[in-house]
């Protein structure tokens, strides 16, 4: 078993490697967020590159392409993601769905985008238009593809219409229904799932995480977000959120609002959006998913709203997720939100 991928990876990647024979010009690695689809993908695009690859199709480690690409400076592979990224990680290493690397000697006041914009795609041309190193192959990695903005979703578009001889686009993804139909017309698409919840939670425990099925739960059971759940310092303000959320009111909407306006709208999003659905769960069925802690206050809350209110505060979630990473104002963003809760129980 290869120690590159994840344990819970083995079975896709040999089911990747049935796709060499005849390989696609664009494969779209889809999936649940935190479950360890760029490494994955990364690792294939190296044992793509790579010079002697094993017999299951593992890049071999120590030819001069995968020591090339253990650097980030293959001569014949390209990382197509957010400046946002480079800014929030600082250094090549590999978590989840977002691996670092530095930018030295920028100096720009500008924000870091969180969009793939349409500069990105056009550099790819020089890159494209030369012969590849050694006869080989030539490879671009793009995630995540619901970064694209329209523009350079558009120029990718042209660029898969008629791609250029030897060259293999990965694209990554955590929400399809985001990305432009022409495009997944356009692409191999390739799933990978949620791990077994035993197998996940001896990976956690593995790792040393305490307490791995709670954290496992509340991330959905993708064991890589529940691992980087645990070590960071967000569960305060995830717990205060809950606390809200369990007590909702519009005075204490306003408050939390204001004290939170600092944490991301999209993971308040995210909170809260399980939050409804384990509502939901309970009211329909008696099952919570994400928050089994708060059983008693789900219970309890989900004796005083109607399944039609559930119903429409979860089309209405999911519209926010849609925006919640370029909110025109965060803290609006986020008081519009609770209140909206908040009026499921007046």
Same mark, same amino acid.
């Given at each position: 078993?290869?120690?590159?991928?994840?344990?819970?990876?083995?079975?896709?990647?040999?089911?990747?490697?049935?796709?060499?024979?005849?390989?696609?010009?664009?494969?779209?690695?889809?999936?649940?967020?935190?479950i360890g689809k760029t490494l994955f993908?990364?690792?294939?695009?190296q044992a793509l590159l790579c010079e002697s690859p094993d017999v299951a199709g593992h890049a071999c480690g120590e030819c001069a392409s995968c020591g090339w690409f253990a650097q980030y400076n293959h001569p014949?592979?390209?990382? !197509?993601?957010?400046?946002a990224l480079d800014e929030a990680e600082g250094s090549?290493?590999?978590?989840?769905?977002?691996?670092?690397?530095?930018?030295?000697?920028?100096?720009?006041?500008?924000?870091?985008?969180?969009?793939?914009?349409?500069?990105?795609?056009?550099?790819?041309?020089?890159?494209?238009?030369?012969?590849?190193?050694r006869q080989g192959k030539r490879v671009v990695l793009l995630y995540p593809a619901e970064a694209l903005n329209g523009a350079a979703a558009n120029a990718l578009l042209k660029t898969l219409e008629e791609p250029p001889p030897d060259t293999v686009f990965i694209l990554i993804s955590n929400s399809l229904d985001r990305l432009l139909p022409t495009i997944l017309s356009r692409c191999r698409k390739?799933?990978?799932a949620l791990p077994p919840i035993e197998e996940a939670l001896s990976w956690l425990k593995a790792q040393g995480v305490a307490d791995a099925d709670i954290w496992l739960a509340e991330q959905g059971g993708a064991p890589l977000a529940a691992l980087e759940m645990s070590q960071s310092e967000s569960r305060e303000i995830m717990d205060e959120f809950l606390r809200h959320l369990a007590?909702?009111?519009?005075?204490?909407?306003?408050?939390?609002?204001?004290?939170?306006?600092?944490?991301?709208?999209?993971?308040?999003?995210?909170?809260?959006?399980?939050?409804? +659905?384990?509502?939901?769960?309970?009211?329909?069925?008696?099952?919570?998913? +994400?928050?089994?802690?708060?059983?008693?206050?789900? !219970?309890?809350?989900?004796?005083? !709203?109607?399944?039609?209110?559930?119903?429409?505060?979860?089309? !209405?979630?999911?519209?926010?997720?849609?925006?919640?990473?370029?909110?025109?104002?965060?803290?609006?963003?986020?008081?519009?939100?609770?209140?909206?809760?908040?009026?499921?129980?007046?």
């Open positions: 078993m290869s120690i590159d991928i994840f344990p819970w990876q083995e079975a896709a990647w040999q089911r990747l490697q049935q796709l060499r024979e005849r390989m696609p010009h664009a494969i779209l690695i889809h999936g649940p967020a935190g993908a990364e690792r294939f695009a014949d592979y390209r990382r !197509v993601r957010p400046e090549a290493t590999e978590g989840e769905d977002d691996d670092g690397e530095t930018k030295k000697g920028s100096k720009s006041t500008r924000a870091p985008s969180k969009d793939i914009r349409i500069d990105q795609i056009r550099a790819l041309a020089d890159f494209m238009n030369v012969s590849t190193h390739f799933g990978l007590k909702p009111g519009v005075d204490d909407a306003l408050k939390t609002a204001d004290r939170l306006q600092k944490t991301a709208p999209s993971q308040q999003v995210e909170w809260l959006q399980r939050w409804l +659905y384990d509502l939901f769960s309970v009211k329909l069925a008696g099952k919570i998913r +994400y928050y089994p802690r708060y059983r008693k206050e789900l !219970v309890a809350l989900s004796g005083r !709203v109607e399944v039609p209110s559930l119903l429409q505060a979860l089309r !209405v979630i999911k519209e926010r997720r849609a925006i919640a990473e370029h909110p025109l104002s965060p803290k609006l963003f986020i008081e519009d939100m609770l209140l909206d809760y908040a009026k499921l129980y007046s």
